[in-house]
């Protein structure tokens, strides 16, 4: 059985802007198909049920954390029941340092009757590198007694450039590594400006980590930008999501993004074989 999984930050941020996500959200979900579909940084207010009701169809059990009461960013997790069945989620709270944003549901096949764990994990951008290792660790250890894992999230690293001692891809591929996960990372950046010609200015921060998936079951499809097209007032440089603008009096540089509640996320895809 092939299953095809999506993660999409859409940029909520604990509803800062207090503005309707744009209702295009629902339709750019819906025309992935994904039979798992992962979203962070959800603000459960304003249209969000009319966004979830559009999105996912009577196909779909959704799941969503409740970390806005801890003033942290919520996850949610759909999933295509027609194919999965759900055998429990599981929630994480993340009221203390060393916990991120994560939501956990143990999935079996209806065709085979395989079990595998899938988490969506957002790792908090305004802590210490340290803390960011600490909530990697944590969501690692939650798994290890289960044999098949997929995780997937935003984790708030560092360019692909950035020296080993930041939290940047080599660090997040050791201590996968040391837990016997391997991380999937397609080309180009998921964030910022895509900057397909110089690598080392890619800030990478959409990922999968697999365990017990073997490479030739698993299908790394590139990052996915082209729902840009549906606001070309907001999304004003084509398929970056910031612009360099200059510097200030101080010499720091300037830059103009694109703003709360529109995504400036590129959407992570893949397709396993379970």
């Known amino acids: 059985m092939e299953i095809k999984i999506m993660e999409w930050n859409i940029n909520?941020?604990?509803?800062i802007t207090q503005q309707d996500m744009p209702k295009w959200i629902a339709d750019v979900i819906a025309e992935k198909k994904a039979d798992i579909i992962a979203l962070t940084e959800v603000y459960k207010g304003n249209n969000w049920e009319s966004i979830k009701n559009n999105a996912f169809n009577?196909?779909?059990?959704?799941?969503?954390t409740f970390n806005h009461s801890a003033?942290?960013?919520?996850?949610?997790?759909?999933?295509?029941?027609?194919?999965?069945?759900?055998v429990y989620e599981k929630a994480f709270?993340?009221?203390?340092?060393?916990?991120?944003?994560?939501?956990?549901?143990k999935i079996k096949t209806k065709e085979k009757n395989e079990e595998f764990i899938f988490i969506c994990i957002r790792i908090h951008a305004l802590v210490t590198d340290e803390i960011k290792r600490q909530e990697l660790q944590c969501v690692l250890d939650s798994t290890i007694d289960n044999d098949k894992v997929?995780?997937?999230?935003?984790?708030?690293?560092?360019?692909?450039?950035?020296?080993?001692?930041?939290?940047?891809?080599?660090?997040?591929?050791?201590?996968?590594?040391?837990?016997?996960?391997?991380?999937?990372?397609?080309?180009?950046?998921?964030i910022y400006e895509e900057n397909k010609n110089n690598p080392a200015f890619q800030f990478q921060e959409d990922h999968f980590?697999?365990?017990?998936i073997n490479d030739t079951d698993?299908?790394?499809?590139?990052?996915?930008r082209d729902f840009v097209i549906n606001d070309n007032t907001v999304y004003k440089w084509g398929k970056d999501f910031k612009k360099y603008v200059g510097k200030d009096k101080k010499g720091k540089s300037i830059y103009d993004s694109v703003p709360s509640p529109f995504p400036d996320h590129a959407i992570l895809e893949g397709l396993i074989k379970i």
């Open 218 to 224: 698993f299908t790394l499809l590139p990052y996915y």
């Open 12 to 15: 909520q941020r604990l509803g």
């Open 209 to 212: 980590l697999l365990k017990g």
């Open 93 to 105: 709270f993340p009221s203390t340092e060393g916990i991120p944003d994560h939501l956990e549901v």
């Open 71 to 86: 003033r942290q960013n919520d996850v949610a997790i759909a999933i295509n029941t027609n194919k999965l069945d759900v």
């Open 58 to 64: 009577s196909d779909y059990a959704v799941f969503e």
């Open 150 to 190: 997929v995780i997937c999230g935003d984790f708030n690293n560092f360019r692909r450039g950035c020296p080993a001692r930041k939290w940047c891809l080599s660090e997040i591929e050791k201590i996968c590594k040391e837990s016997q996960f391997d991380m999937k990372t397609p080309d180009g950046s998921s």
